[in-house]
């Protein structure tokens, strides 16, 4: 089973940029739908974006679209997640996750990074 690793995360202001990746462990990365989920305090998770096995179907949750980006690179074996124009609402944790589809919503992934935190500071 393939293992995820996130990493990017951190502290930043108010418009600022970020750009997490999650690292695959397995060559069959190539294979997997993958997605990005975020978990705020005392909220729910919620799907972020997901991106297809060729990238060439990509989903954004409305609260995000315009401002991030979903990206993939299979020779590397890694996903990314390019986050521009922070806001304050944006501070959560951040998952990426792998499944046969790109969907938006949790129950559809069966492999799950550890997270990594973004907080945006106004």
């Known amino acids: 089973q393939v293992q995820l690793v996130e990493s990017g995360g951190g502290l930043v202001q108010a418009g600022g940029s970020l750009r997490l990746s999650c690292a695959a462990s397995?060559?069959?990365?190539?294979?997997?739908?993958m997605g990005w989920f975020r978990q705020a305090p005392g909220k729910e998770r919620e799907f972020v974006a997901s991106?297809?096995?060729?990238?060439?179907?990509?989903y954004y949750a409305d609260s995000v679209k315009g401002r991030f980006t979903i990206s993939r690179d299979n020779a590397k074996n890694t996903v990314y997640l390019q986050m521009n124009s922070l806001m304050p609402e944006d501070t959560a944790v951040y998952y990426c996750?792998?499944?046969?589809?790109?969907?938006?919503?949790?129950?559809?992934?069966?492999?799950w990074g550890q997270g990594t935190q973004v907080t945006v500071s106004s």
């Open positions: 996750a792998a499944s046969t589809t790109p969907a938006t919503t949790d129950v559809a992934y069966t492999t």
């Open positions: 991106i297809s096995w060729r990238g060439s179907r990509i």
């Open positions: 397995q060559r069959t990365f190539s294979s997997y739908a």
